[in-house]
């Protein structure tokens, strides 16, 4: 109780004019009103009476979307824009660096990243990453394989390079670095985790694999260029090297 009451009082204290929360539940909502925020704007729910502009929730389309209905609250109803960074110029400067340092010819490579950012307890098999590397490698050996490490793959990264030896593997140590280095790539191969999102907003090909949710969801609709991969059996070690291939070498 002494936490909520301290940060109702930090909010309070900020006199904000405007909250938007993300979240259905009534006790964020309740919160904000609490605050005398005078424009709060969430999804619609049983007890969106707390909040001054309740928007429809419409779960079904790319997040996205759903995600930038949430303006509607503040009056704007233009369409989603399409998402899009500029990446600054040191860390393009860095990850030219790092491609000189693997030796990566002008034939470009492709980026794998195996990371998971959602609580799960399934990852996609070595041995299925392994197939994976070896048909490529095997038909286009001037493309360099580059896994992507972070400081939460450290171990599968190991179990990968003993699988895969003549994987190359790039470390970027923050968010620009590694939006430069997805930017770099001809093809980013990835499980669903935030490489996927800045892969769409610098403009790179990417074929993500996900379990449960539904790609329409987490990749922009109607487009060549993402392309996702859902499991039928909602998990990701079921999603067969063969079914990712084919859209690899798809035409």
Known sequence: LADYLNILGVIRDREYDVAITLSNRWTLELLLWLNGIPVR???QTNF?????NPIQLKSEQYTAYMYHDLLQGLGIRTPCPE????VP???INWAEAQQKRLDIKEAGYILISDNRDRDVDDAYPISQWKQIVKDIQNKQPSVSVVLLQTSEN???TKSLLQACPNLKVIKPSDVGKLAATIAGANLLLCTDNASMQ???AVGTYTIALCDRIETNKLLPPNSDRYIGIRSSS???????PETVLDKIWRG
């Not at 998402?83 to 500029?86: G, L, S, V, Y």
């Not at 909602?234 to 067969?240: P, S, Y």
């Open 83 to 86: 998402a899009k960074i500029t």
């Open 154 to 156: 450290e171990a599968r």
């Open 89 to 91: 110029k040191q860390d």
């Open 198 to 200: 800045l892969s769409v």
């Open 41 to 43: 704007i969430g999804y």
């Open 48 to 52: 969106a009476w707390i909040l001054s």
């Open 234 to 240: 909602g998990k990701i070690t079921d999603i067969k």
